[in-house]
C-alpha cells in the first residue's frame, strides 16, 4: 500500500506548481487511454518521460490518484479529482472504473516500453532516435539550449545516457506494471510481462509464480498459451523437461495452432523436449509433421537445428529419418 504521505506530497506539489502536461506527451497519453497504437505512443512518451520532468511528475501525481483511489479508499469522486489536476481533462465523461481501467493499460503499455528500453538494443536505438516535442521548459540554464534543440527538430535522447541507465530503466517497468496490477489485477498482459521482468532479475520463482496465475487464472486462451509457452522455456533451462513438455502439449491440444498459426513453432519445442528425453522416434515424428505440415516453420526449424550440431547428430541417428531428409535436401546433416 501507498505511504499517504507521498500521495499528498506530490498532489500538493502538482496542484501548486502550475506545471502543464507538454502537448506532445498529452496526444500520447490520450492515445494510450484510448487504446490507439499503443506500441508508438508508448515509445514517443517513454521518449518524452526521459526529457521532461514537469510531464513525468504529472503522470506521478495521476497514478498516486488513482491507486490512492484503490487502497487507501480516499472519499469523493476519482473523476471529480482528477479533473482538479492542472491541464487538459483526460478523463472527461468517463466513470471512476473506466479511468482505473484505462489508467492500468496505459501504465502497462508504458511498463512494457521501460522493460524493452532496458533489455531490447533495437528498441533503445529506436527511442534514444526518437524526436521529443517539449513544449514548456523550466527555468534552468540547460533551458535555452534544450529550446534550440527542439526548433532544429535535434532533440532527442542520448544513447550512450539511455544504455546507461538500463537497470533504472527495469526498475520503473517494474513499478509501472505493479501499478497496472494493482489497479486491475486480473490484467493478464501485464501479469505475463512482470514474469518477464522477473525472468531478467535472475528470479525464476517469481517468474513462475506470474506465469502460473496467468495459465490458471485467465481465460483467453492466447494468453494462457503464452503463459504455458514461457513456463516451458522457464523449465526447460531449469532442465525439467517433463514439465516443458507438458506445457507445449496444451498449447497444441488447445486447437490454438489452427486458429493462430504462428503458434505452430511450440511443434520444433515439443520436439527438442522429446530430444532432451532420448525419445527418439517422438521426436522425428514431430519433426516429421513439422515439415509436411508447416513449411515455414520448418524453415526455422532447419535453422535453429543448424544451431545446435548436438540436436542434428542426435536427429542423425535415426536412418529412416536421415534418408528421408537427404533425399529432399542433400546438404541438410553435413551443414
Known amino acids: 500500500m501507498y505511504d499517504r504521505s507521498e500521495f499528498l506530497e506530490v498532489m500538493r506539489s502538482t496542484r501548486s506548481s502550475g506545471r502543464l502536461m507538454c502537448a506532445g506527451f498529452q496526444r500520447d497519453l490520450s492515445a494510450l487511454l484510448d487504446g490507439e497504437l499503443p506500441e508508438e505512443s508508448a515509445k514517443r512518451g517513454l521518449a518524452h518521460l526521459e526529457n521532461c520532468q514537469s510531464c513525468s511528475e504529472f503522470l506521478q501525481a495521476i497514478r498516486l490518484q488513482a491507486l490512492a483511489h484503490r487502497d487507501l479508499a480516499v472519499p469523493g469522486s476519482l473523476a471529480r479529482r482528477m479533473r482538479r489536476l492542472r491541464g487538459e481533462d483526460l478523463f472527461e465523461g468517463m466513470t471512476d472504473a473506466e479511468i482505473i481501467r484505462r489508467l492500468a493499460t496505459a501504465l502497462y503499455q508504458l511498463g512494457k516500453a521501460y522493460v524493452l528500453l532496458a533489455n531490447d538494443g533495437d528498441y533503445l536505438l529506436e527511442v534514444s532516435e526518437e524526436p521529443v516535442e517539449i513544449d514548456s521548459f523550466q527555468e534552468t540554464e540547460a533551458a535555452e539550449a534544450a529550446e534550440v534543440a527542439q526548433t532544429t527538430g535535434a532533440c532527442t535522447v542520448d544513447l550512450e545516457t539511455l544504455r546507461g541507465r538500463s537497470q533504472d530503466h527495469l526498475q520503473q517497468g517494474r513499478r509501472l506494471l505493479d501499478e497496472a496490477l494493482r489497479l486491475k489485477p486480473k490484467f493478464a498482459e501485464a501479469r505475463l510481462y512482470s514474469g518477464f521482468v522477473h525472468q531478467l532479475m535472475d528470479d525464476s520463482d517469481g517468474a513462475a509464480k506470474e506465469y502460473r496465475e496467468v495459465f490458471l487464472r485467465t481465460d483467453r486462451h492466447v494468453n494462457r498459451a ?49 530430444l532432451s528425453l532420448n525419445d527418439l522416434s517422438a521426436a522425428v515424428a514431430m519433426l516429421r509433421r513439422i515439415r509436411l505440415g508447416f513449411p515455414e516453420v520448418w524453415q526455422q526449424a532447419r535453422g535453429w537445428l543448424h544451431q545446435s550440431p548436438e540436436l542434428l547428430s542426435q536427429l542423425g541417428q535415426d536412418d529412416e529419418f536421415r534418408l528421408e531428409i537427404e533425399a529432399a535436401e542433400p546438404a541438410f546433416f553435413a551443414a
Open 226 to 274: 503464452h503463459a504455458a509457452i514461457q513456463l516451458g522455456l522457464l523449465y526447460d533451462r531449469l532442465g525439467d523437461h517433463r514439465f516443458a513438455l507438458r506445457m507445449y502439449r496444451w498449447v497444441v491440444a488447445s486447437g490454438l495452432l489452427h486458429r493462430r498459426p504462428e503458434f505452430a513453432f511450440v511443434l520444433y519445442n515439443i520436439a527438442v523436449e522429446h
